[in-house]
């Protein structure tokens, strides 16, 4: 048999034992200690020959599988009083390969699990507050839905003040220019009803409007506030908004 795996590339004598066995393509529980006792001693003196160290711990179980090939050879005397409770040397070999055949399943599940271990990345938690970006200036009280219940509530009253006969007359209106103006008018008055800023009555107005001061919340520029259930939506200026 030839062998070209140095002993370094082994755990233990157990370790090697195991790779014998696994090449006879045999049990563990089927073992002749004679033939794995030969294997073993042609595979130590082929690492001798290679001018390798063997570790004392090699050299200890082929101690004990020549032991053991002889006792097995040698007849028993008639009268040699043998000891019930004693473990013979091959059924304690076999248990030993298998404990360690065990550690060893048991050693590369761990290693599975280290490895998809290492796959995750965690960080410790950290202080997050300064990316945190508000959605809008409403109060506690204010919600979207209050907003557009406010302005449905003022389409209907608007659309009963409307007169009877009315002239259209075509006029563009663009968020950036009425949030300009929304600016300019909560500059000067500081705080206006959510009413007073639908001055003109017109559909592209009236959107652009109502647009204009939910770009402008979202921008932190105004604050929406009610101070109680019914009670008029209140626009003001936010500190520090209007500053250029």
């Known amino acids: 048999m030839d062998y070209t795996i140095t002993i370094d590339k082994f755990e233990g004598p157990l370790d090697l034992l195991l790779h014998l066995i696994k090449q006879s393509d045999i049990e563990i ?6 033939q794995i006792a030969e294997q073993y001693l042609e595979y130590i003196k082929k690492q001798e020959e290679m001018n390798l160290d063997i570790s004392s711990e ?5 101690a004990e599988l020549i032991e053991m090939k002889s006792s097995h050879l040698l007849p028993r005397k008639k009268n040699e009083i043998t000891d019930d409770f004693e473990e013979d040397p091959k059924e304690r070999l076999i ?5 360690y055949q065990q550690y060893k ?19 410790e938690p950290s202080n997050l507050s300064h990316y945190k970006t508000e959605d809008t200036s ?15 509530e003022l389409l209907k009253r608007k659309e009963l003040e409307k007169p009877l006969h009315t002239t259209v007359t075509k006029k563009e209106y663009s ?28 559909r592209d107005y009236v959107v652009v409007t109502f647009l204009s001061i939910l770009d402008l919340a979202k921008k932190q520029a105004l ?3 009610q101070s109680h259930n019914f009670d008029h939506i209140i626009l ?9």
């Open 223 to 225: 604050m929406i506030e």
């Open 95 to 99: 248990r030993r390969l298998q404990e």
């Open 58 to 62: 090699y050299l200890n179980m082929a």
């Open 138 to 152: 409403l109060s506690p009280d204010i919600t979207l839905d209050k907003l557009l219940n406010a302005f449905q």
């Open 105 to 123: 399943e048991i050693v590369s599940s761990f290693r599975k699990l280290e490895e998809t271990r290492n796959l995750v990345y965690t960080k």
């Open 236 to 244: 003001s200026v936010k500190e520090n908004s209007y500053e250029s």
């Open 29 to 34: 529980e089927e073992i002749e200690v004679s």
């Open 175 to 202: 968020v950036a220019k009425r949030s300009y103006e929304i600016k300019e008018i909560l500059k000067n008055k500081k705080r206006v009803s959510f009413a007073e800023l639908f001055q003109e009555w017109s």
